[in-house]
């Protein structure tokens, strides 16, 4: 394997390493992101209202609408649940407030009082009818059930039969006990009219709630005031939901997180594995072409290596995703949730690699210097490839995409650059004792042939040695010419260089 070969493979093997926790980070920090735009688009539905003329007991139904619809979305996408519902501003004749895609609707009543707005919730068909009258409506009764496609037979049904109906969260329990109240009553006097209360019990709510955990927020009639009241202005602010439970913080619970974590994991599993065998397939091919034949024992040393990498890759990408996760979503402080997620990413590679190596020093499969030497140049690459991925957004508008693309150049880059300053530094050390603030380690120990070779004694530790039979020869002495050699001078000028990764000694 040539140089341009060596350099290439160490920056793709950085870059496959980072990948699973740059992925993880990613995910999380799209997901977080998803949930805050969610919140946003809330404020915005509630912000529309500025400049109506409409009194606030009034549009404090409007406002619960929206924030019952918003609340339950936004625990949706937190919960990464498909649910979703919509407010459908509809004015007919017991018309749904609130729809969904999940078979549910729902409609909502915010009176003065649990009993005011359990009767609006329980009020029947005839009854309003009799509405209709009192505000000067002139078709008969036949009228008015044909026109809305009712008969006869259901006329002391509940408007709103089929529906969850929601109330303010305070009047639940006032509310529940009038109706068990005209439950008992009717039961006895008017059996007919028993049955619209006891369905309007049975589906009394103060939220929404898909019976899969997701569910929106309840709301009481003050903060329906209030809200409504900042609406006509224009000026509900994220620091106004936040005070009534609506932030990141608030919404995406720890669980969520690491939900969300498990699938970065097993993403960035996918893409490291993919990045693993793609070399070594290239391999197995070149090694065919060359010698006609497969190399079995490469197949399998390829899968040992994989099921290495693809739980490496695992624990980088869950542990990159958690973190981000949990400081985008603000459960580590407002501060830290400005922080780059690309950044987080990195450096939880960077540090679970370094909390790897020192267990290889505690167990004496690594030295010291091999440590620092795999530290400083991690951390060279890594700054390569984090200033080129960040250099490249600029030039390619793809999130994600764009960084990864960069990630992969300036850890190629990196790697090439940082052995090229290696060997220039090294140079340096062996010329000039330096030992660059203790990275490189200056041995001055005369190796031991030339200490043997100039005379001196060497002290050997004893070694254990068999003792091997050799039996006598019989040797006919031969006449041999003694020759005279002259003594000569030789010289030996020790020279220094590198004997070990970081460290320089005579050679």
Known sequence: M???????FEGYNFFEKNIGGQLGANVTNVYVNNVHNEILNFMKNLNDFKGFQTDINQLKGNIAEFWHSGTFNINAIARSSTNRTTVLQSNEFASIDIGSNFGNDYGLKYYK???????????SIFEKFKEYQAHSGKDDLDKFLSDRGLSYENINNPIYSGQYRIIPKEQLEEAIKYLEQKIAKESIARPELAEKYRETLKMLRTKIEDGKGTESISLSTEDAKKIAELSKEGCVTEEELKRLGISTEDIIKFECILKESFKAGLTAVKITLILKLAPEIYKAIKYLISSGEIDFSQFKMMGIECLQAGSEAFLRGTVAATITGAFKAGLCGEALKTINP??????????????????????GKMSRQELTAEMTKEMFILSCSLGVGFLSQTFIHIPVFSFMVGNFIGSILGAFVYDKIYDVALSFCVDTGFTMFGLVEQDYKIPEHILKKIGLKVFEYEKFQFHKFKPQKFEIK???IKKFQFEAFKMTILRRGVIGISKIGYI
Do not use: H, R, W
């Open 2 to 8: 040539n140089n341009t070969e060596k350099y290439f």
């Open 113 to 123: 009082t649990g009993v005011d707005s359990a009767n609006q919730q329980a009020k």
């Open 342 to 363: 690309t950044i987080i990413g990195a450096f939880t590679v960077f540090i679970l690699d370094i909390i790897k190596n020192s267990f290889k020093v505690a167990q």
């Open 478 to 480: 031969k006449f041999e």
